[in-house]
């Protein structure tokens, strides 16, 4: 297997040196070892301080499709009403794990080519807001749009109803404040933008999350789901199962790197650029607003084959893209400016690839992509 390839694509992304080099211990038994219990301890308390929060978080060992369902799971009763609130592939994707769970879900949809419209929600919510929680996506990965969850969560705090936000392709690219944004479960995942190897998943649960696990009538559904039974694991000096020492020191080690950088303004600057430069160049975006600080979505042009570009891009120049899925398959292509991707030599190599594969192409450009880039 080629380990060299520069991974530009919307997650996993490439991983620092100081991160690898954290992992590669062989460490110490973390059930039995007290000094691990601190170090993971430390590693929650960086993680909220980079999404600040005061309220408990929890470091799961699973990928983070993991955390989306834990929270489903924990939060959800059988008969409960659940909002569904979609503009993209994750967003509808997660009316299947509200129905696992047994809730009634009514799914809620806006322009899957713009944000969601914060003003709509509420009007919507004025005519039906019985709902116990409603589950929304922060960035939508497969479509490159932001949505504003600061907004939005305040609407869905109005009416009572709390948020399952899946921002696992956000957190560390764009603000986020849980404390002040009326957060009830907010979920990460450590492949993405902290760019800490993939099979980590973070949960943030606000005290009315918790109570609303607390208060159920029916008890959750499954073992390594149920956020519940982290309860009390530093004072109990317990974990649920064995602790991925590697990863967690991995992790640790990324969400440093992440505190000691200017994290959101380095992604929001990246992601002008690769916007601008595709745009320039005379390609059309996929979203039509709402543009996401993370990753970007590019209509393919006239007559190109996802599958061929990806080739051409992973043969020649050793570099991976993103393509699409669902609705979009074969439609766009997706440049992942996380994390550690965002270097300017990545960007450069990125733009000159691409020039080249467009050529093999026959596609003609109104100019190359790394004169755009380079302005
Ligand atoms: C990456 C990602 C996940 C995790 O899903 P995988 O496809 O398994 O990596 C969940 N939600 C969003 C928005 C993501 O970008």
């Known amino acids: 297997m080629n380990t060299n390839y520069k991974i530009m694509t919307p997650g996993p992304t490439e991983i620092d040196p100081s991160v690898l080099a954290a992992m590669a211990v062989n460490g110490t038994n973390p059930d039995l070892d007290s000094e691990f219990f601190e170090i993971y301890k430390a590693t929650v308390d960086q993680y909220n301080r980079l999404i600040g929060s005061s309220s408990q978080s929890y470091i799961l060992c699973g990928e983070g499709i993991l955390g989306l369902e834990a929270a489903c799971a924990s939060v959800i009763e059988e008969g409960d009403k659940i909002l569904c609130i979609s503009n993209g592939i994750f967003g509808a994707g997660f009316k299947g794990f509200i129905e696992m769970y047994g809730g009634e879900a009514t799914l809620y949809e806006g322009d899957y080519r713009k944000g969601l419209d914060p003003e709509a929600l509420r009007a919507f919510l004025k005519e039906n807001s019985d709902f116990k ?13 932001t949505n504003d969850i600061e907004k939005l969560c305040a ?26 944004w009326h957060i009830d479960f907010l979920l990460g995942g450590s492949q993405k933008c902290l760019s800490a190897p993939a099979g980590l998943t973070m949960v943030t649960i606000s005290p009315k999350g918790k109570a609303s696990m607390q208060n159920r009538k029916t008890p959750i559904r499954g073992f390594y789901a149920n956020l519940l039974i982290w309860e009390g694991w530093y004072e109990k000096q317990w974990f649920p199962y064995t602790q991925p020492l590697q990863s967690i020191l991995g992790f640790k080690k990324a969400v440093e790197n992440c505190l000691a950088s200017d994290f959101v303004g380095t992604h929001a600057s990246f992601g002008n650029k690769v916007r601008l430069a595709f745009e320039k160049a005379g390609f059309e975006l996929y979203p039509q607003d709402h543009y996401s600080n993370t990753v970007t979505t590019v209509l393919l042009p006239e007559g190109v084959d996802f599958k061929v570009l990806f080739n051409h891009l992973k043969e020649d120049s050793n570099v991976l893209i993103g393509g699409g899925f669902g609705h979009l398959d074969n439609k766009i292509f997706r440049i992942g400016h996380m994390g550690s991707n965002n270097k300017e030599e990545n960007m450069l190599l990125t733009m000159k690839a691409l020039d080249q594969a467009f050529d093999k192409l026959n596609v003609q450009l109104n100019m190359s992509l790394l004169d755009a880039y380079n302005g």
């Open 133 to 145: 929680a409603a589950t929304l996506v922060h960035c939508e990965t497969p479509s490159g749009i």
């Open 155 to 180: 609407i869905l705090n109005d009416y009572g109803i709390l948020s399952i936000v899946d921002s696992v392709s956000a957190i560390g690219g764009e603000p986020v404040d849980f404390d002040h």
